[in-house]
């Protein structure tokens, strides 16, 4: 049950030395696996994790330090049963000393996850003296604040405290505009018909300078590698990311369904900066499986400051025992034809949590990436699949959400990743067919479940009467209990302008809006939408091996590719 295979061990560093390798022996479906070569890096506690890129992490039984087989007489780190001279040693037998053995107690868990109670997140319903607790704080003020009187205000029928504390009051001089009389200035739409018909020119004309005619010998051949299904599937990904940046985030209101049930997960924010946002409002039952940290900084400098006296130490020839490795693990490693490294983790390593990477794309990646799309991940020693969700790079406790992997520019993709202390570098490969190819490149940012990501919509409609700062707006809503659904929600217009609703007109999505200011003709009105978006949970570790990316051998990547691990 003991699988023996020499190759040369690194810890934390990639650093590679002569290799020495010998069959691999089965006994049974799980053994044990001796890993024999030299230590690289920081230390190798026996008590920790070891991770095997391809398979997995592993537990470990002990540590011996057998005579090495390519002795350096400057050595300076040696363990006791190497440190005689080669004299001495061809008078005696080669002895293993033992160096450090595993203790339970103290053994690093394979567990990655939480283990998830159900009823964790049940509530009691509050007893009645409880109630009347809660309603007596309410009423009584603060000690010394008399109590402020109730504020008379004009509001429409049926409309709530809550939505009446939204409206702004109207001031003086709007009751005098609108109680004077004026006309009503028609929207000309003979503007927006001739800037329509400019814009269908350019890009006419645009097409045209742009395109290529190219003539090949073997039509036939050239059809027959053509997939057709895929190339439709591009288009139409590349037709959404070119829309998405001439109309930011704007979406077409349903007729068929109302709005504020199609909508009914998104909230209105006063300011996207300064308006708060918990971040424990409502997560998702994922967030119940994964570790956080109360002070992510201070766990870091305290792990890479930690030491084992019992650890084998830099420069040392030892042999690791890996503990409980399956006979197909042990069958993908082919020592006769690469070389292998296998890493020893810090603490709290093999445990998962929401990790952020900031990425930039290549040079040569021209293809549309749509968020929560499937990418193969190379972060530091691990090799991943995960969907990301992506997100503006900013400052301030709420991130924008990106529909698409911005091609200038850096953003950060958010994903349900094991635990990574940086910085660490990142390469992102995208599947496509049965290669991967390079999409990016980046570092690890932080492990925060807390970064809040806001995805925003954008409701847009058209002014359909114009009176001074009065307008009746249209196309934003078509039916009267949806605007009053979203009245409290602040108004903008594209060319800067700030409004809210008044009232709604009829029945028929018609709605009377009051502005900061005159609208144009030609003007826009928005109003943004905004809900909190999460990562899936997505992650995949066994992914094909990097060394037959090149050749196009390996299996095409799907997302029920299987953990080996």
Not at 291 to 311: G, I, M, Y
Not at 535 to 562: C, H, I, L, M, R
Request: negative net charge.
């Amino acid at each position: 049950r003991v699988w023996v295979l020499h190759i040369s061990y690194c810890s934390r560093v990639c650093t590679c030395s002569k290799w020495l390798y010998s069959n691999i022996t089965y006994v049974q479906e799980v053994g044990t696996l001796e890993v024999s070569g030299y230590v690289r890096g920081r230390p190798l506690s026996v008590n920790g994790l070891l991770h095997i890129p391809g398979l997995g992490d592993f537990q470990m039984t002990q540590i011996t330090a057998p005579p090495d087989p390519h002795p350096v007489k400057a050595r300076l780190h040696r363990p006791p049963a190497v440190m005689d001279t080669g004299e001495e040693r061809e008078g005696m037998a080669e002895e293993i000393k033992v160096v450090a053995v595993a203790d339970p107690a103290k053994q690093e868990s394979l567990d990655r996850e939480v283990e998830l109670d159900p009823m964790e997140g049940e509530q009691t319903w509050p007893t009645e003296e409880e109630l009347a607790g809660a309603v007596s704080r309410l009423q009584t003020p603060p000690t010394g604040q008399p109590l402020r009187p109730s504020e008379a205000r004009r509001v429409p029928r049926g409309t709530s405290d809550y939505q009446a504390a939204w409206i702004v009051a109207d001031s003086e001089d709007e009751d005098e505009e609108e109680g004077s009389e004026g006309e009503e200035v028609p929207v000309d739409d003979e503007s927006e018909e001739e800037e329509e018909e400019e814009g269908e020119e350019e890009s006419v004309m645009g097409s045209e300078m742009d395109t290529e005619s190219v003539t090949y010998g073997d039509t036939e051949k050239y059809d027959a590698q053509f997939d057709m299904e895929a190339e439709e599937q591009q288009f139409e990904l590349l037709r959404a990311e070119r829309e998405n940046a001439m109309f930011p985030d704007e979406v077409d209101t349903p007729q068929d369904t109302p709005a504020r049930i199609r909508f009914q997960k998104y909230r209105g924010v006063k300011s996207f900066r300064t308006s708060p946002w918990h971040p424990r409002e409502n997560l998702p039952r994922d967030y119940a499986k994964i570790f956080q940290f109360e002070n992510f900084s201070r766990t870091k400098k305290r792990v890479l400051s930690q030491e084992d006296n019992e650890a084998a130490l830099p420069g040392w020839y030892v042999t690791v025992q890996v503990k409980d490795v399956l006979k197909p693990q042990a069958e993908a490693l082919d020592p006769l034809s690469k070389p292998l490294v296998v890493f020893g983790l810090l603490e709290h390593e093999n445990k998962m949590s929401v990790v952020h990477f900031v990425l930039r794309r290549c040079d040569g990646s021209s293809a549309p990436v749509k968020s929560k799309e499937r990418l193969v991940f190379h972060c530091g020693l691990r090799r991943f699949s995960a969907s990301p969700v992506f997100s503006q790079h900013t400052t301030g406790d709420k991130q924008k959400y990106e529909r698409f992997f911005p091609r200038e520019g850096v953003c950060v993709a958010t994903v349900f990743a094991p635990i990574g202390y940086p910085p660490q570098p990142v390469l992102v490969f995208k599947p496509v067919l049965d290669t991967h190819q390079l999409l990016a490149v980046g570092t690890l940012y932080k492990v925060d479940p807390d970064r809040v990501v806001c995805k925003r919509i954008v409701l847009s409609g058209h002014p359909f009467k114009i009176h001074k700062r009065s307008a009746v707006i249209r196309y934003m809503f078509f039916n009267r209990e949806d605007i009053q659904w979203f009245k409290p929600i602040e108004l903008r217009t594209k060319h800067g302008r700030r409004g809210h609703i008044k009232e709604p007109l009829g029945t028929h999505g018609h709605m009377k809006c009051v502005f900061d200011g005159q609208l144009k003709a030609q003007d826009t009105v928005l109003m943004n939408l905004y809900k909190r978006v999460y990562p899936k949970w997505t992650y995949t570790e066994a992914v094909s091996s990097p060394q037959d990316w090149g050749d196009g051998k390996n299996e095409p990547f799907t997302d029920e590719t299987s953990e080996m691990s």
